[in-house]
């Protein structure tokens, strides 16, 4: 079983070292053909790629920020998601067979 952290920030990473997470590989981008059963990925996927990650049996570990709208956009420090209240919530998401408007 791995763990994946899925991030292009720096700080993101700085973040989770100073959480004292176990991280096996560190990516930039993911190919959810990658991914096996068991395994948890920890990131903020797009939706689609979070509900590939459940239907393949891994775990989805969000990493949420309370960020208000002058912080987006723009590359976060360690210090700063702290700040923004960073952690780090579990998500099943499943894709449905019709989308419903």
């Known amino acids: 079983m791995t763990t994946w952290f899925i991030t292009r ?3 993101a990473r700085q973040w989770a070292e ?3 997470l176990h991280i096996d590989r560190h990516e930039a981008h993911l190919d959810p053909a990658d991914v096996q059963s068991g395994d948890t990925v920890i990131g903020t996927l ?3 790629l979070a509900a590939e990650i459940c239907a ?3 775990r989805y570990l969000h990493l949420s920020i309370n960020l208000p709208a002058a912080a987006r956009g723009k590359d976060l420090s ?3 998601l702290k700040h ?3 952690r780090l919530e579990a998500f099943h998401v499943k894709k449905e067979s019709e989308p419903q408007p």
């Open 46 to 48: 797009p939706v689609q």
């Open 78 to 80: 360690a210090d700063e």
């Open 84 to 86: 923004y209240q960073a």
């Open 18 to 20: 100073r959480q004292g």
């Open 9 to 11: 920030h720096p700080g």
């Open 56 to 58: 393949r049996g891994a």
